[in-house]
């Protein structure tokens, strides 16, 4: 049923083979969001809106829903530059008849370095004033952070009628990483953004934590990806990476929940505070010494204690690639869980 305030596109592709593009497409998102298939197409589910996608032999009807402007852009884009990346060599025709027509990113805030320093060893704060963090307070605790190239005036990104958005290239091109809002202060109109400082030679997100200098500009798309969770007993588990998200989480979470928190972390140097008004239970896993993503440890954890929780409780976790597969293929296979109870993501790659 469509509700009220829901914001809808619809659009036509064009693909000499429809159904395999589809197809592809499908296999692409499975491992984000709710993909289900049926012999006439297919309805993908997000935090953040449907699309509703009709195939027939060389055409796609695609319907879009969601409850604001911004996050009907999110989408569209999202599905135009997935179906032109998935469709490389074989021409495709987009159009979209309806919905909003920005040629400006409703969701881009451009921010500027406030200040920077470390909160434990490897992990380093940036604070970023930006004209409107009200912005970013709902739908989704995540953004996309667009760093230009040094001592260059930023070219920010536009979009194309198509609902593709237009990038900048060669000199002006910019390097885009995603991070967690990890708090937002209304008053200042400024927000922290905690950095893990991680080996690599070329860590352009990390590096430019690191060199952070105050005035510094930068670009947010967002918010989107995963929001606070709506129950009331929950296990998060994650990595430093996932640390700014549980941390904001917990910080979000009512008196009477009840969270148990699991976070894998160098060693007891990386550890932080969480404050909640939830009863939280927090165990910290110390690699002490071993290469993030290669231990197991929150795959091993949730197998522990998952099987024993509550039906009800809600399942959160955030880490390296491999192990997010390993602990998604655990709960969707080996237990009895409803897929709307629990949430696994790839933070980072190995
Ligand atoms: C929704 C979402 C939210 C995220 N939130 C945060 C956040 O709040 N804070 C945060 O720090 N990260 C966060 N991440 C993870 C972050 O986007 C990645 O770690 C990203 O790869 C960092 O970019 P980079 O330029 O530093 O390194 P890249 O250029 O991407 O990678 C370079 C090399 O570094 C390695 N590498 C990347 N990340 C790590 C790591 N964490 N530990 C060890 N090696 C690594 C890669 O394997 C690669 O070999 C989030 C990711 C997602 C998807």
């Known amino acids: ?21 589809l197809e592809q497409f499908c296999e692409r998102f499975a491992e984000h969001v709710k993909v289900t298939r049926s012999a006439s197409g297919a309805r993908l589910e997000t935090v953040i809106g449907s699309a509703d996608i009709a195939v027939s032999s060389n055409r ?16 569209r884009s999202m599905v135009a530059e997935n179906l032109f990346e998935l469709s490389a060599g074989n021409a495709l ?7 909003p027509q920005p040629s400006a990113i409703p969701n881009f805030r451009e921010i500027s370095v406030v200040d920077a320093y470390d909160v434990t060893p490897h992990m380093r704060r940036v604070v970023v004033a930006t004209d409107d963090a ?17 001592d260059r005036e930023p070219v920010w990104p ?42 690599g030679d070329n860590v352009p997100g990390a590096t430019w934590a690191l060199t952070a200098r105050p005035g510094d500009r930068a670009g947010l ?22 640390l700014p998200a549980i941390a904001r989480i917990a910080a979000a979470m009512p008196v009477e929940a009840d ?5 894998e972390v160098a060693d007891k140097h990386e550890e932080q505070p969480l404050t909640s008004d939830a009863s939280i239970d927090v165990t910290w896993l110390h690699r002490d010494g071993a290469t993030a993503g290669t231990t197991g440890a929150l795959e091993r954890i949730l197998r522990d204690i998952v099987p024993a929780s509550d039906p009800e409780t809600y399942v959160w976790a955030a880490c390296e690639q491999k192990e997010a597969r390993a602990i998604r293929a655990f709960m969707k296979g080996e237990t009895a869980r409803e897929q709307t109870n629990f949430s696994i993501a790839a933070y980072w790659q190995r």
């Open 158 to 199: 536009h979009t194309e009628p198509d609902g593709r958005i237009h990038w900048p290239k060669g000199d002006d091109a910019l390097t885009i990483r995603a991070y967690t809002i990890r708090s937002i202060d209304l008053g200042r109109d400024q927000m922290n953004i905690d950095f893990v400082v991680h080996d």
């Open 134 to 150: 009200k912005h970013f307070v709902d739908g989704g605790l995540h953004a996309r952070l667009l760093i230009p190239p040094k």
């Open 60 to 75: 796609l009807d695609i319907k879009l829903r969601c409850p604001t402007a911004a996050m009907l852009f999110t989408i």
């Open 93 to 99: 025709d987009l159009n979209w008849a309806d919905g």
């Open 221 to 242: 798309i967002g918010p989107g990806g995963g929001g606070v969770p709506a129950a009331r007993k929950l296990i998060l588990a994650g990595d430093e990476t996932a």
């Open 259 to 263: 969270l148990r928190v699991f976070l």
């Open 1 to 21: 049923m469509m509700h009220a305030r829901d914001f809808t596109a619809s659009g036509v592709a064009t693909h000499e083979d429809a159904g395999q593009l």
